[in-house]
């Protein structure tokens, strides 16, 4: 039985995901090599600045299959790259082991590669397939993809929310979510190049915005301080791990904190994309308090919200509680339970 194209970029899908939180600001990909219906070689960009997926790809058929390489069909998600980067073109690589058949999931948006990659393939004589999945492959890399079409990162607002409505207090940190939930926040962590936090999280909760609850990278931490008025003592800038302060006081590397200072006016969120973007962090993980994002909320400067929804209330009144930003009653568009928890997620439209 003939295995279709799709079945098989679904491999490299599958395989292109256990780079998450590794590769960037590369983006995820998946390759397999295939003779007749067989698998015979498959890989992933598995780290930043290492081989490419084509690479592992090819370099994983075992020494009994080399031979069929040249007559095989290569699948890979993303279109192979043309440039010199960390690593060598994989147009050369493909043309060097004489594929004469690639199948791709869609085109790299990346100004470097941008349909050069099957452009130059198709000149030399490769039959190109392409695109096959492509809303799934686009999903997978929309950090990626958003931050070269875009110019700017990938946000994501979190927060959780009891059952009346309630996030936290002004005055102490409180836990609103369950273990299981707390878990899940740390593995979104993982996903992403940076989290931002304003100066009352950062004061009252001290959070240390790791993912020490999952595996993987942390991200870079980012927080809003225009006076400079967080204790030393605070984790985020006395852990001895990088962190970024946003300030109107000072420009100043101090060990591993970087205190980037911003001209006083009221709206930061357009400095704080074009930083991130300058320094190739594709994505930004909001995690509040709730002015903070409210004000992402205000700009509509989001690409996905998610929302830990607890089944039980907490009893605050409004002089000691911090009520969750409002969404004017827009329907999520997925829901997801955890425990006693729900998770909420919004997604733009146009994604």
Not at 83 to 110: E, Q, Y
Not at 221 to 243: A, E, Q, S, W, Y
Not at 250 to 265: C, F, G, I, M, P
Not at 274 to 301: M, P, R, T
Request: proline letters at 5%; aromatic letters at 8%; charged letters at 20%.
């Amino acid at each position: 039985m003939l295995i279709t194209h799709e079945i098989f970029m679904q491999r490299c899908l599958d395989l292109a995901i256990k780079g998450m939180g590794k590769v960037a600001p590369n983006p995820m990909v998946g390759a397999v090599l295939v003779y007749g219906n067989r698998i015979i070689g498959e890989g992933y960009h598995e780290k930043y600045g290492q081989a490419h997926a084509e690479v592992n790809c090819i370099n994983s058929v075992a020494e009994s299959d080399r031979h069929l390489i040249s007559a095989s069909t290569l699948y890979v998600s993303l279109e192979p790259c043309t440039h010199f980067g960390k690593t060598p073109p994989c147009t050369n690589l493909i043309l060097a082991n004489k594929i004469r058949k690639v199948v791709i999931g869609s085109m790299d948006p990346f100004k470097e590669v941008n349909g050069k990659g099957i452009a130059i393939l198709r000149e030399k004589g490769v039959e190109v397939i392409c695109p096959v999945l492509e809303t799934k492959t686009n999903w997978m890399n929309r950090r990626f993809f958003l931050f070269h079409q875009c110019k700017r990162p990938y946000i994501i607002l979190k927060w959780a929310a009891s059952a009346n409505g309630w996030m936290g207090r002004k005055d102490a940190e409180i836990a609103i979510s369950n273990s299981f939930s707390q878990k899940l926040v740390h593995r979104w962590r993982m996903e992403e190049s940076a989290i931002l936090v304003g100066t009352h999280t950062a004061s009252t909760d001290n959070p240390r915005l790791s993912n020490r609850f999952f595996p993987g990278p942390s991200p870079i931490r980012m927080v809003i301080d225009r006076k400079l008025i967080l204790p030393k003592h605070n984790f985020l800038l006395c852990d001895g791990k990088p962190t970024i302060v946003f300030n109107e006081q000072r420009a100043l590397q101090e060990d591993v904190v970087q205190y980037v200072q911003l001209a006083e006016k009221n709206n930061w969120i357009p400095d704080i994309l074009n930083y991130a973007y300058q320094h190739q962090l594709q994505s930004i993980l909001v995690e509040g308090g709730a002015y903070l994002l409210q004000s992402f909320l205000d700009a509509d400067c989001w690409d996905e919200i998610r929302v830990i929804k607890s089944t039980d209330p907490v009893e605050l009144t409004n002089e000691l509680g911090v009520k969750a930003p409002s969404l004017n009653g827009a329907v999520p568009d997925a829901i997801e339970s955890i425990g006693e928890d729900a998770v909420l997620y919004f997604k733009r439209k146009e994604l």
